[in-house]
């Protein structure tokens, strides 16, 4: 005979699970597009693959847009959230082509990116070079490092 006391574990488990997923789609209604984009799981649009390296003065980000003009490029930063949008031309296929694979990204893309740290917004550089999008954003003098000199009591 199976002891419910010793089962009721396992039904705690569930309750979790259950309480996370509630969190999880809370989160993603109330977060609109940012929540979509910090957790990897936005729909109908491409994203292109990014980096974030932070510096001493500032914050370096490179998108991966292969085909995609400069012209077509819109960035913009808002608080602390930069957002990037584009779109990569569709292929030229004839109606009477048969498509066996196509992985290539094309149509409409959106990336949000939180800054790690506050950035100068008079201080942003964007350029395309083969392909590859890199922003440089100067961090914002409160988020610079600094050394502080320590003195000895009595000097």
Not at 9 to 18: T, W, Y
Not at 83 to 92: A, E, K, L, R, Y
Not at 133 to 154: D, F, H, W, Y
């Amino acid at each position: 005979m199976t002891d419910f006391g010793k089962a009721s574990g396992l039904f705690g488990s569930s309750d979790r699970i259950r309480e996370e997923l509630e969190r999880v789609v809370v989160r993603l209604r109330d977060g609109g597009e940012k929540a979509l984009d910090a957790m990897g799981i936005r729909t109908g649009e491409w994203q292109p693959q990014a980096d974030v390296i932070e510096t001493p003065d500032a914050v370096i980000v490179t998108l991966d847009v292969p085909g995609v003009a400069s012209a077509s490029l819109d960035v913009k930063i808002v608080g602390n959230m930069l957002t990037i949008n584009g779109s990569h031309p569709m292929s030229d296929i004839d109606a009477s082509w048969i498509v066996h694979v196509s992985n290539r990204p094309q149509g409409p893309f959106s990336h949000s990116i939180p800054m790690p740290v506050p950035v100068n917004h008079e201080e942003i550089s964007a350029e395309v070079n083969d392909g590859v999008l890199t922003l440089k954003l100067g961090k914002s003098e409160t988020a610079k490092s600094r050394s502080i000199p320590v003195s000895q009591r009595g000097e």
